[in-house]
């Protein structure tokens, strides 16, 4: 299986490192993080870099995580990303019909750091079925 590239959507610095830093660490993925949903998709648009999937946190500074979600997929190139929530204020619940827009999920704050390589994972194999 090939590493899988995830744009991380985080203003938490703190959050951000540590979920970079142990996906990494895992050797399944490659994180590129942006503090805010305006410079990632202004990233998204003048680079084309391809990703796999977005991490996004749900109370973003601007714009809260699923407006950027259907921002980025009206970006051609992005249109089928799937995402996942980071949010200390959602439960898996508040998703119902989110799913139309890719939400693979919800990773609740705070989160265990030692089982969220395999969180990650398994919220994105949902992509497939």
């Given at each position: 299986m090939s590493v899988i590239k995830i744009l991380?959507?985080?203003?938490?610095?703190?959050?951000?490192?540590?979920?970079?830093?142990?996906?990494?660490?895992?050797?399944?993925?490659?994180?590129e993080t942006f503090d805010d949903g305006i410079s990632a998709l202004e990233h998204l648009s003048a680079e084309r870099d391809r990703y796999d999937l977005a991490v996004v946190n749900f109370r973003l500074p601007g714009m809260h995580g699923l407006e950027f979600i259907r921002k980025m997929q009206a970006?051609?190139?992005?249109?089928?990303?799937?995402?996942?929530?980071?949010?200390?204020?959602?439960?898996?619940?508040?998703?119902?019909?989110?799913?139309?827009?890719?939400v693979l999920g919800l990773i609740s704050?705070?989160?265990?750091?030692?089982?969220?390589p395999r969180q990650v994972m398994d919220l994105y194999r949902r992509r497939d079925g």
């Amino acid at each position: 299986m090939s590493v899988i590239k995830i744009l991380l959507v985080e203003d938490e610095k703190d959050i951000q490192l540590i979920v970079k830093i142990v996906l990494e660490k895992s050797g399944d993925f490659a994180i590129e993080t942006f503090d805010d949903g305006i410079s990632a998709l202004e990233h998204l648009s003048a680079e084309r870099d391809r990703y796999d999937l977005a991490v996004v946190n749900f109370r973003l500074p601007g714009m809260h995580g699923l407006e950027f979600i259907r921002k980025m997929q009206a970006i051609p190139a992005y249109a089928d990303l799937p995402a996942i929530l980071i949010s200390a204020a959602l439960f898996e619940r508040d998703l119902n019909g989110y799913e139309d827009i890719g939400v693979l999920g919800l990773i609740s704050k705070p989160f265990d750091v030692k089982g969220l390589p395999r969180q990650v994972m398994d919220l994105y194999r949902r992509r497939d079925g």
